[in-house]
């Protein structure tokens, strides 16, 4: 099992910043990738960025050059940090983890972008 725990989301204007955290813990060691969807109100989930154990990264066209997903293996620890927000990245933004086995989700943390 792997326990996720998203911090970091709040409201903020367009063209600020936003950092994301995803703190993992249990049997961390099976984990392969992490990743950040979103959902915004009435559609569906979507990938925001993803990480590979490796270090390998992968972006949403929607939010390439504007958002950077980075990993701290020692805090086991993903981060997101989000610029020159638009209100079109509003939504509620889940933490994945990725094991052989399984998939894992975290709570969600609300992201309020204003124009």
């Known amino acids: 099992q792997v326990q996720l725990v998203e911090s970091g989301g709040g409201l903020v204007q367009a063209g600020g910043s936003l950092r994301l955290s995803c703190a993992a813990s249990?049997?961390?060691?099976?984990?392969?990738?992490m990743g950040w969807y979103r959902q915004a109100p009435g559609k569906q989930r979507e990938l925001v960025a993803s990480i590979t154990t490796g270090g390998r990264s992968n972006y949403a066209d929607s939010v390439k050059g504007r958002f950077t997903i980075s990993r701290d293996n020692a805090k086991n620890t993903v981060y997101l940090q989000m610029n020159s927000l638009k209100p079109e990245d509003t939504g509620v933004y889940y933490c994945?983890?990725?094991?052989?086995?399984?998939?894992?989700w975290g709570q969600g943390t609300q992201v309020t972008v204003s124009s």
């Open positions: 994945k983890a990725d094991t052989t086995y399984s998939k894992y």
């Open positions: 249990g049997s961390i060691f099976n984990i392969n990738a």
